[in-house]
């Protein structure tokens, strides 16, 4: 259980952070604290005396408690320090991006802070408070849900505000229009469906995230496929879920829907890894990839060729998107550092490919004719 005074001290300190008190605004007062929180004038003394301790706040005799501007501490001297934000450290396409972004920033001199938001808002409002908390360069974050409105927008203000430059990978929020190295979702996921309607695939469900930002252009492109070649799109083809069930809706709809008389012949992922979830039920349902049905995934990740049946997959730029975006904040950080604009550091938009490999063949109603 957090203690009266830690309540009233975090809670005057996010204020800080999320930029709703700004450099030398007065905060409010110990009268209005102790309305708010119902504690006594000694726990907001307490709280309020560890803030200005601390160098966030500091008071003007006989006029109030002040915000501090703790950035005009070190804006003439570079910390030599990175954030880098995943959803993920350890899992699936995120280490190949950290490997890229930590081997040229440390190439460069920089020590690197690796934070993990797990996809949960709350841990990323608490990460991006630890960042604002410290002297970094700059941060490289893969936005967390970056599909929904995000109510962690004002922290990213309050980094621009502080001079903090910050890049986005494989998504960003379209709110704040930032510096961002992503791969063209949209196309990515076109390509997957043309390829098994150019195998006269017709029933294609196609199994997406609704939480981030690359599952719904992936959905898009799927969409955009269907319309093109003039095949109608059943709605039911359409699976989203969310982050919190990844591992367990699109196996349980698979189930469901290859119990039945009519089955679709071609399946389109999100990713590899759900792919993978999708083979399992595949053979639990004894039908053969790509005999009985064809499978295409999105990342060409080491999961496309890890299971016995290799995994026809969209590429993903992975390592490489890592440096580049590690290239990227560092030029920011030189620019914050020497009062320089350049018109070089541009976002960038990586053009996938895709790679035929053996889970995809032609249509099985078609071979049977």
């Known amino acids: 259980m957090k203690t009266k005074y830690s309540i009233v001290k975090e809670h005057v300190l996010s204020k800080i952070l999320d930029g709703t008190y700004r450099p030398h605004e007065k905060i409010s007062s110990e009268s209005e604290l102790m309305d708010q929180f119902g504690v006594s004038r000694h726990t907001i003394r307490l709280a309020i005396g560890d803030l200005v301790t601390e160098g966030w706040l500091y008071r003007q005799q006989g006029s109030g408690t002040y915000c501090a501007d703790k950035m005009t501490q ?16 350890s899992d699936y396409i995120f280490p190949s991006i950290i490997h890229g972004a930590e ?28 960042i604002l908390k410290q002297d970094y360069d700059g941060v490289i974050i893969e936005p967390t849900k970056s599909a929904i409105s995000n109510p962690n927008i004002k922290y990213y203000i309050n980094l ?18 930032p510096y961002s190295l992503t791969v063209d979702d949209e196309r990515g996921g076109y390509l997957q469906t043309e390829h098994l309607i150019k195998q006269d695939h017709k029933d294609i469900v196609g199994f997406f995230k609704e939480d981030d930002l690359q599952g719904i252009r992936r959905m898009k492109g799927f969409i955009k496929a269907h319309r093109d070649y003039g095949i109608t799109l059943n709605h039911k083809n359409i ?12 196996k349980e709809y698979l189930a469901d829907i290859l119990s039945r008389d009519q089955k679709p012949t071609g399946l389109v992922s999100y990713n590899d890894q759900i792919a993978l979830y999708l083979l399992d039920v ?25 299971s016995e049946v290799k995994l026809t997959t969209v590429t993903h730029p992975q390592n490489v998107m890592g440096m580049k975006s590690a290239e990227m904040i560092l030029r920011l950080a030189n620019q914050k550092l020497n009062n320089t604009k350049s018109e070089d550091v541009k976002s960038i938009v990586y053009e996938p490919k895709l790679i035929i490999r053996e889970s995809t063949g032609t249509c099985p109603n078609v071979i049977k004719k």
């Not at 070190?74 to 450290?89: C, E, F």
């Not at 460069?108 to 996809?119: A, M, R």
């Open 282 to 306: 595949i053979r639990e349902k004894n039908l053969k990839v790509p005999e009985d049905i064809s499978l295409v995934g999105f990342d060409d990740s080491f999961l496309a060729e890890l």
């Open 239 to 250: 699976v989203t879920y969310d982050s919190s069930n990844r591992k367990v809706k699109p």
């Open 74 to 89: 070190s804006d003439s001297q570079q910390s030599k320090s990175i954030a880098i934000v995943a959803t993920y450290i």
């Open 103 to 130: 081997s040229y920033l440390s190439k460069n001199g920089y020590q690197v802070s690796l934070f993990s938001t797990n996809h949960d808002i709350e841990r990323e409002r608490s990460i991006l408070e630890s």
């Open 160 to 177: 621009e505000s502080k001079g903090i430059p910050y890049v986005m990978v494989n998504a960003y929020y379209e709110e704040l229009d």
